[in-house]
């Protein structure tokens, strides 16, 4: 299998997508921020800092809008949707963060889904620090993808 950001030399490259349709695209990934029951009451309740939650959210979308700035081969991408859905979890005990993210364009939206996730579970963290500095981000990945040549991709469960 050949990997498409690397030309015949193995030198990197941004992949040529000039030749593609525009199709409707949708990626949506996930992650977790794992922490005790006392910060996730912290993070539901409103910490020192405010919202923490919304401040996430705000953060997940504003990653998911600068994701080509960020990774280097990346497609500059007219995003037209981008929602986080943060859910604490007594379970965990934590918070699970849902990026979907959506475009009408040549290439998919996985990668701004994921840095979605992921900076939303940063900003989580940078806001609950304080609190508890052992909470640990975990889980992030892709679990379904739509568009474009290869199609719907679902991650197992």
């Known amino acids: 299998m050949s990997l498409t950001h690397f030309d015949s030399a193995g030198q990197a490259h941004m992949v040529d997508v000039s030749g593609k349709a525009d199709t409707a695209r949708e990626a949506i990934?996930?992650?977790c921020v794992i922490m005790s029951?006392?910060?996730l009451a912290l993070a539901q309740g409103g910490?020192?800092?405010?919202?923490?939650?919304?401040?996430?959210?705000l953060a997940g979308i504003m990653g998911a809008k600068?994701?080509?700035?960020?990774?280097?081969?990346?497609?500059?991408?007219?995003?037209?949707?981008?929602?986080l859905d943060l859910t604490p979890d007594p379970a965990l005990p934590g918070i699970r963060v849902t990026a979907t993210v959506r475009t009408t364009g040549r290439t998919g939206v996985e990668m701004e889904a994921l840095t979605a996730v992921s900076t939303a579970c940063l900003t989580i963290?940078?806001?609950?620090?304080?609190?508890?500095?052992?909470m640990r981000i975990e889980g992030i990945r892709l679990l379904r993808k739509e568009g474009g040549k290869s199609g719907i991709y679902e991650a197992d469960r």
């Open 66 to 83: 600068r994701t080509a700035d960020l990774i280097p081969l990346c497609h500059p991408l007219p995003i037209a949707k981008v929602s």
């Open 29 to 31: 990934a996930e992650g």
């Open 37 to 39: 029951p006392e910060t």
């Open 47 to 57: 910490a020192a800092k405010g919202d923490v939650l919304g401040v996430a959210r």
């Open 125 to 134: 963290y940078d806001m609950l620090k304080a609190a508890q500095k052992s």
